[in-house]
């Protein structure tokens, strides 16, 4: 079934893979911040290079890109990439979504790939944008820094959003400057 972005979001939001996103650093709070940025760069990228992106995707693997993250343990969970994609597309079938399933899952896994796993194609611009978004809220970690600009895949577009970045994560990213925590 093909939904409205608002139809979308409150359906997606309403669903028990997502309310079950514990809070802490990588929950909802997190996941709605990186659909705000991905939005925001889907819209400049669609302007500047007058091409159409898959808003329906990209709004599911914003919100779903963490859900099945292991939440704020002491060891790194480097399989939450694949099983949220996993989650993530059995959640597409389940709710019978009109979208691209297969971009879904390419957008969420290369966000966090497993260890060692190389991709035969390139990144979607919806991928991009997920996946930069999704570093732009790096500014959540306030010992961080941030961001680094270096690893951006859509650079002119993400790093024009660090300072709102900065100050939606209630800090300006401009101390991070003087400090050398975030290299430029």
């Given at each position: 079934?093909?939904?409205?972005?608002?139809?979308l979001?409150?359906?997606?939001?309403?669903?028990?893979?997502?309310?079950?996103?514990?809070f802490?650093?990588h929950?909802?709070?997190?996941?709605?911040?990186v659909?705000l940025?991905?939005?925001?760069?889907?819209?400049?990228?669609?302007?500047?290079k007058?091409?159409?992106?898959?808003?329906?995707?990209?709004?599911?693997g914003a919100?779903?890109?963490d859900?099945?993250?292991v939440?704020?343990?002491?060891?790194?969970?480097?399989?939450?990439g694949?099983?949220?994609?996993?989650?993530?597309?059995?959640?597409?079938?389940?709710?019978?979504?009109?979208?691209?399933k297969?971009?879904?899952?390419?957008?969420?896994?290369?966000?966090?790939?497993?260890?060692?796993?190389?991709?035969d194609?390139p990144?979607?611009?919806e991928?991009m944008?997920?996946?930069?978004?999704d570093?732009?809220?790096?500014?959540?970690?306030h010992?961080?820094g941030?961001?680094?600009?270096?690893?951006?895949?859509l650079?002119?577009?993400?790093?024009s959003?660090m300072?709102?970045?900065?100050?939606?994560?209630?800090?300006?990213?401009r101390?991070?400057?003087?400090?050398?925590?975030?290299?430029?």
């Amino acid at each position: 079934m093909r939904l409205t972005t608002p139809q979308l979001i409150k359906t997606i939001t309403g669903d028990p893979l997502y309310k079950n996103i514990r809070f802490g650093k990588h929950g909802r709070p997190h996941a709605e911040r990186v659909l705000l940025f991905a939005n925001m760069l889907a819209s400049m990228i669609q302007s500047d290079k007058n091409i159409i992106l898959d808003m329906q995707a990209l709004t599911i693997g914003a919100l779903l890109h963490d859900c099945k993250k292991v939440e704020e343990s002491s060891a790194a969970d480097p399989n939450h990439g694949i099983n949220s994609a996993k989650a993530a597309y059995q959640l597409i079938n389940k709710l019978d979504l009109e979208c691209d399933k297969e971009k879904v899952y390419d957008m969420i896994i290369r966000h966090c790939p497993p260890k060692g796993h190389k991709f035969d194609t390139p990144s979607s611009f919806e991928a991009m944008a997920v996946g930069d978004a999704d570093k732009l809220d790096r500014f959540r970690f306030h010992s961080l820094g941030g961001p680094d600009p270096r690893f951006f895949e859509l650079k002119e577009y993400s790093i024009s959003l660090m300072d709102i970045s900065a100050r939606v994560n209630g800090h300006s990213w401009r101390s991070f400057k003087h400090t050398g925590s975030t290299p430029l």
